[in-house]
C-alpha cells in the first residue's frame, strides 16, 4: 500500500501559533508527536511528545534528578510560565526535529524505515509539485496506522 492511501489528515500548529496552544492540542488529542508547519503550509518540524514534555522541565531539576522528588504539582504554575508569551517556534526544542517524509508513493517498509531512522512516530506525506520545489501535506502516517496495516496485511497471508 502507498503513502498516500494510509495518509490520513493529523491536527498540526504553526511556527507563529501560541505555544500553550500546541500543549492543548497535543494533550487534548492525546496525539504522540506535535506536527508543526510553517507559514506557508510546509511541515516544520515533527517533536515527539516526550521531547515537548522535556521543555517544561527545569534545567537545574534535569541535572539533579533527585529534585525531581521533592518538586511536587504546586510548582506546576512555574511550568506553565515558561509557555506563556512564547510562539511555537520559540519552545521547540533548541535540537530541531526535521519532519521525516516521504513521497505519496513510498511503500510501508520505506515509511517504517523512515520512522526507525528518525525515532519520531509519524512521517508526513508530501506531494511535490511538478517542479520538484515547495511540496503541499497530503497528511501524515502514524506509528499506529502503520502497525494496523501491518497487522491487517499479515492476517491476509
Known sequence: MSARDLAEPYPHVTTDDAAVDAVRLLAGQNLPALLVLDT?????????????????????VMEDPLLAAVIDDRHADALAEALAGKTVAEWLPRRTFKPPYVGPDAGTMQIAATMARTHVPLVAVIERDSTGGQGRLLGVVSAAALMRHLLEAGGRA
Open 40 to 60: 506557508d503550509g510546509i511541515p516544520y518540524a515533527a517533536v515527539p511528545g516526550s521531547q515537548l514534555v522535556r521543555q517544561l522541565v527545569p534545567e537545574y
